[in-house]
């Protein structure tokens, strides 16, 4: 069974930082992208980052870029979004996703295979 559990979303003043950590397990990680997914004030789900270790690539969204970092510890099953230079518009709670395609991961969310519950980060101004 796919299981994907978020942790260590919270509040941080702008200009900070958190690591997001996403424990992704009961899927063969060479066949799915995992990553991460905001929602914001609203309905939809935006695409933040993934990492692909059959292909061993990287997305980041361009509001993202040279912030945030992915990164796996295949042996913990366990993939991590580090967040620095924290801004007020990053606040979304942060869902982690895995996916075949990484086309999917980028541009459609509601194609997503699975989802975790989500974690809320708060950037104050």
């Known amino acids: 069974e796919v299981q994907l559990v978020e942790s260590g979303g919270g509040l941080v003043q702008a200009g900070g930082s958190l690591r997001l950590s996403c424990s992704a397990s009961?899927?063969?990680?060479?066949?799915?992208?995992v990553g991460w997914f905001l929602q914001a004030p609203g309905p939809s789900r935006e695409g933040v980052s993934y990492?692909?270790?059959?292909?061993?690539?990287?997305y980041y969204a361009d509001s993202v870029k040279g912030r945030f970092t992915i990164s796996a510890d295949y042996a913990k099953s366990t993939v991590y979004l580090q967040m620095n230079s924290l801004k007020p518009e990053d606040t979304a709670v942060y869902f982690c996703?895995?996916?075949?395609?990484?086309?999917?991961?980028?541009?459609?969310?509601?194609?997503?295979?699975?989802w975790g519950k989500g974690t809320l980060v708060t950037v104050s101004s």
């Open positions: 996703a895995a996916d075949r395609s990484i086309m999917t991961m980028r541009f459609n969310s509601g194609g997503v295979d699975y």
């Open positions: 009961g899927f063969t990680y060479a066949d799915y992208a």
């Open positions: 990492i692909y270790r059959g292909d061993m690539s990287t």
